[in-house]
């Protein structure tokens, strides 16, 4: 404090403004979040409330499934001709 000349009261002043300058950012983050949550309900309750709109979501997620999981049949399903043993 006697390093920059000022009296223990202007310093207490000097930290209070900035913690609360940093409380009014994290307020301001926090609040912006909850804005946020609130538009995702908002819009997944709308899903819910279509069957129109929840077909076409499911249509797009299964679209994505298969996008990154499909791939071509590995096996190869033949008719045997030939005539298995029979169980006696």
Known sequence: MTRFGM????????L???????TRMERDKILDELAEIRRTIAHLKEILASEALLMDVIVEEL???????????RTEITH?????????
């Open 7 to 14: 009296s223990e009261i202007q310093a207490r002043a000097v």
């Open 80 to 88: 045997d001709t030939e005539d298995s043993p029979s169980r006696t």
């Open 63 to 73: 679209k994505e499934i298969r996008g990154k999981y499909a791939d071509k049949r």
């Open 16 to 22: 209070d403004l900035r913690l609360e300058r940093l």
